[in-house]
């Protein structure tokens, strides 16, 4: 009866995606490749009816990154009617439908359908009781700049970005200049005029929660030239993940319509603040928070230090995945409040994992993970930081002291002691190799994956980077 149950509310759910439709003219189906770019497909609205949700619409999976060989290449999209929603960004009525991936004849997940590796995790955290759902709360930060240029050939390589609130610009000549500009590390929650981006933020917030994303904050982050962060209330891991693709794309596009262009890359800009995704997580079980305690450290209960615990000992091989980039490791240094140092604290910024302090409210009792940012894909990365959180309270990982002096202070030899993230995108995809048992517990993870993605990283990214000349070893070698 039960089954019978929620066969009728799935099929409810097809109807009213249905029923939507008839207000388009388009439907878009859209998924997500292996590195965590959303992709897409669009159809007649007519065309929607019930054999799409069952039998899918067909695409080649070679022609996508991580995916098939050309020989496997035909598979399937799976809409989820779930996530239906009228999209904000588009001139023609579209509805938008996130799909699982699927192979044709039967209909079985493909296994490196990121979305299905985060729907695996959700499945394993219920199949050994510790709770019965996991929160995810990232905070997406990123650059609005007003133009980007940059090439790399066999004789040239360059990038140049501009914004009119960028501090380099107080002394241009030659165009009016009205002088208000937010200077380095001093881009906190200034007012307008030094906030340019307060009606752009405005316009992205009335659109996402016209996408069913709840939004709580808006404002100017700490770096000149345009650093803004958009926070949005927590959800369940899949939910969560679909709704960080909706928000980088919408933003994305509402940039466009305002004559900008927006990036989520970790440093973009040299000697300024870098933009990260501090990602805020807890465990439910029968709607009870099992990371508070009124008598623990900052209130927190046994589960989060064991939690806590697991994090910190697996992150080495979690920032392949969480921080998957080679600039990543542009933002992870000291002195730019990046979390470099793997330990806990409350109200600690200068710590890979902070307790929030704001609230007394049980239910609003998580941690916070610094290190990730927004070059990762967020199925995955929320998957990974789950696995490694139920690995640490399955072994009972004791994250040691909590650490609530202020990290970036501590002499030399004080700082000897302390464990730091990889240095390198290289660095992490070999601690990955190693240590990855974690990610594979009821083959959330495949050995196929681990293998795949780490041979993706280090030949397409890190390889790349490294065989390329960079503009300042001319200036620091070109008279040797």
């Known amino acids: 009866m039960a089954n019978k149950k929620g066969a009728e509310k799935y099929e409810d759910k097809v109807a009213n995606a249905i029923n939507l439709a008839k207000d388009v003219k388009m439907v878009d189906f859209k998924f997500i490749d292996m590195p965590g770019i959303l992709q897409h497909v669009s159809v007649p609205a007519r065309v929607l009816d019930e054999s799409k949700f069952d039998e899918g619409h067909g695409f080649d999976g070679s022609s996508i990154r991580g995916f098939t060989h050309i020989n496997e290449s035909d598979m399937v999209l799976l809409p989820d009617p779930d996530s239906a929603i009228v999209d904000p960004c588009l001139e023609v009525p579209t509805l938008s439908l996130i799909c699982d991936v699927a192979h044709p004849l039967t209909k079985k997940r493909f296994e490196r359908d990121p979305r299905y590796i985060a729907q695996k995790a959700e499945q394993y955290l219920k199949s050994i009781k510790v709770a019965d759902v996991s929160y995810f709360g990232p905070e997406l930060e990123f650059f609005v700049f007003d133009s980007v240029n940059f090439d790399q050939n066999q004789h040239t390589g360059y990038y ?3 914004s009119e609130e960028g501090i380099w610009n107080s002394g241009r000549n030659g165009t009016q200049n009205l002088g208000h500009r937010p200077r380095n590390k001093e881009g906190y929650f200034p007012v307008p005029p030094v906030d340019t981006l307060q009606d752009f933020r405005s316009e992205c917030v009335i659109r996402l929660e016209e996408a069913g994303i709840e ?18 209330r927590f959800a369940n891991l899949t939910r969560k993940a679909d709704e960080v693709m909706l928000y980088k794309y919408i933003l994305k596009n509402t940039a466009h319509e305002f004559g900008k262009t927006l990036t989520f890359m970790p440093k973009p800009l040299f000697g300024d603040n870098g933009t990260g995704m501090h990602v805020h997580q807890s465990l439910s079980k029968d709607g009870k928070n099992l990371f508070f ?18 994090l910190l000992e697996h992150s080495p091989a979690l920032l392949a995945l969480t921080s998957p980039s080679t600039n990543s ?20 910024r200068s710590a890979a994992i902070r307790v ?20 990762s894909n967020p199925y995955l990365a929320f ?14 990982i004791n ?33 990955l190799e190693s240590d990855h048992a974690f990610l594979t517990q009821g083959d959330v993870f495949t050995e196929d994956f681990v293998e795949t993605w ?27």
């Open 399 to 431: 994250p040691g002291e909590p650490h609530d002096m202020d990290l970036f202070e501590l002499s030399a030899d004080e700082a000897k002691g302390i464990r730091q993230v990889p240095g390198s995108l290289e660095k992490s995809l070999e601690a």
């Open 356 to 375: 929030p302090m704001y609230s007394k409210n049980p239910k609003a009792k998580r941690i916070e993970y610094r290190p990730p940012d927004c070059t």
């Open 454 to 480: 780490i041979d993706y990283k280090r030949t397409k990214e890190n390889d790349a980077i490294r065989l390329r000349p960079h503009p300042w070893e001319f200036y620091l070698y070109y008279d040797c």
């Open 383 to 396: 998957a990974a930081m789950l696995m490694a959180g139920l690995d640490g309270i399955k072994r009972k």
């Open 160 to 162: 140049e970005i501009d």
């Open 329 to 348: 490791y542009r933002r992870l240094v000291p002195g730019f409040e990046a979390p470099v140092n793997l330990v806990y604290s409350m109200s600690n």
């Open 293 to 310: 305690d009124e008598k623990g450290y900052a209130q927190l209960s046994q589960t989060a230090l064991y939690y806590i615990g697991g």
């Open 215 to 232: 939004c709580e904050v808006h404002h100017h982050e700490v770096a000149t030239a345009g650093q803004c962060e958009i926070g949005t």
